[in-house]
């Protein structure tokens, strides 16, 4: 059952500078199709849209939001290089699924140029 005005949102922060990640790029993906092979499971993804954090490193998705398997994937490369500060992961890749499309979700990201880390928000 899809739900009109769901959202799924972000919060970034760069825990090497003390501050918000405001203008680093990510991407909403909606898993499609899932192949099983040798025991394992390939999660094939399709794009729900490009945005950028704002100045306080927030960035919201909103659409009609089904159960399902869903990947955001934080441009982090980018986002270091204009900062002048060379980083170890060009991109951070977080796979979810949402059972309950009438809840809010939100994920959360601590970066700095060497780590993240990430949790189920509120």
Same mark, same amino acid.
């Given at each position: 059952?899809?739900?009109? +005005?769901?959202?799924?949102?972000?919060?970034? !922060?760069?825990?090497?500078? @003390?501050?918000?990640?405001?203008?680093?790029? !990510?991407?909403?993906?909606?898993? *499609?199709? *899932?192949?099983?092979?040798?025991?394992?499971?390939?999660?094939?993804?399709?794009?729900? @849209?490009?945005?950028?954090?704002?100045? +306080?490193?927030?960035?919201?998705?909103?659409? +009609?939001?089904?159960? @399902?398997?869903?990947?955001?994937?934080?441009?982090?490369?980018?986002?270091?290089? %204009?900062?002048? *500060?060379? %980083?170890?992961?060009?991109?951070?890749?977080?796979?979810?699924?949402?059972?309950?499309?009438?809840?809010?979700?939100?994920?959360? !990201?601590?970066?700095?140029?060497?780590?993240?880390?990430?949790?189920?928000?509120?």
């Amino acid at each position: 059952m899809a739900t009109k +005005d769901t959202n799924i949102s972000t919060h970034v !922060l760069d825990t090497a500078l @003390g501050i918000p990640a405001g203008g680093l790029e !990510l991407e909403l993906f909606q898993c *499609t199709n *899932t192949l099983e092979f040798d025991g394992k499971c390939e999660l094939q993804f399709t794009s729900l @849209g490009l945005q950028s954090t704002n100045a +306080d490193g927030r960035a919201k998705f909103e659409f +009609d939001i089904e159960p @399902g398997i869903y990947k955001m994937v934080f441009y982090t490369m980018a986002y270091f290089e %204009n900062q002048g *500060t060379l %980083n170890f992961y060009p991109k951070v890749e977080i796979i979810f699924r949402i059972a309950d499309p009438v809840r809010h979700h939100h994920i959360p !990201l601590l970066i700095s140029p060497f780590g993240y880390s990430t949790y189920r928000g509120s």
